[in-house]
């Protein structure tokens, strides 16, 4: 059973109540990242896990571990998600929080340094909101320049680990924006490379902004660090010129996919030498024999739930 039309983007991009705007400057909420105490090493492909936190905590991530050795059974978190929102007045886009991303962001200290503290970076992903705006339509380089700086300052503000594109909900043309044009990625990712050398940049390969990678004889596929098939339960290696070590062909809904299609693809990656496996939508719930069933193949071990 596929999931190729996936209900999560549209939760999050609806915008709740509570809405904070980015206000930038001090850093008391959340200041650099705290040193991630060294975790037990294990060998196999990066594991990746998304978390809906509008239904679930980020803490989630942190509670899986290897069987054999005490590894961490995830490497990275996502927080799901942020949102690229249009201001009509100003007609420029500006980063969006919800009131439950704006929760984990401003709890910091307890829902994101844990994980970090273990070895498990934490990305926020972004995503559009039926308003227009998109990572694919800025009408110039100083326009997504200025949206690059605010993703960034958020990422130095609170401690995290990096960015993840998600091109969709954008709904271009919306409020009177523009289609998506060849220049606008490239620029800002060009930008947010620039603003954070050092901190991961990933592609969930979907929408026009992935499409557009090349640009005035520029080419931002190298930029990236990760690039994962956006549907679940199927095997789709994305198109974008990166190693495959930075590649998750594999993407997998966790209690949705069925345990067998989340072992082969996982025996799969292993086989084709790729360097990530996605999955999605980790809730509270002891999902171990989910999560298992890849870890038993990923790294030889299954994975153990402590609450």
Excluded: C
């Excluded at 996919?257 to 360097?275: E, H, I, K």
């Excluded at 002891?286 to 069933?293: L, M, T, W």
């Amino acid at each position: 059973m596929f999931t190729l039309v996936r209900s999560r983007a549209r939760a999050a991009a609806l915008a709740l109540s509570a809405v904070a705007v980015l206000t930038f400057g001090t850093t008391a909420t959340g200041g650099a990242a705290a040193a991630a105490a060294p975790a037990p090493k294990k060998q196999g492909p990066t594991s990746v896990a998304y978390v809906e936190v509008n239904n679930n905590s980020m803490l989630n991530v942190g509670k899986y571990t290897l069987a054999n050795g005490g590894g961490n059974a995830f490497d990275v978190a996502v927080i799901f998600a942020a949102n690229i929102n249009y201001d009509t007045t100003k007609k420029a886009a500006y980063l969006h929080f919800n009131e439950n991303v704006q929760r984990v962001l401003d709890n910091a200290a307890t829902q994101i340094r844990p994980l970090q503290q273990k070895g498990i970076k934490v990305v926020l992903s972004v995503l559009g909101n039926h308003q227009g705006a998109g990572f694919a339509n800025f009408p110039s380089q100083q326009a997504a320049s200025t949206f690059a700086k605010q993703m960034s300052d958020t990422v130095t503000k609170y401690g995290l680990d990096g960015i993840d594109f998600d091109d969709e909900y954008a709904e271009y043309g919306n409020n009177g924006t523009g289609q998506p044009n060849a220049s606008s990625f490239v620029h800002l990712v060009t930008a947010l490379h620039a603003n954070m050398p050092n901190k991961i940049i990933s592609l969930y390969n979907i929408g026009p902004a992935a499409s557009r990678l090349s640009y005035g004889g520029i080419d931002v596929s190298s930029k990236f660090d990760y690039a994962w098939n956006p549907y679940y339960g199927t095997w789709q290696v994305p198109g974008i010129a990166l190693p495959k070590s930075k590649l998750s062909p594999a993407a997998v809904e966790i209690g949705r996919t069925p345990q067998s299609t989340v072992t082969d693809l996982a025996r799969r990656t292993v086989s084709g030498g790729y360097g990530v496996y996605l999955t999605y939508n980790l809730d509270g719930n002891d999902r171990s024999a989910d999560v298992s069933a890849f870890t038993k193949e990923l790294y030889g071990s299954a994975a153990v739930y402590k609450p």
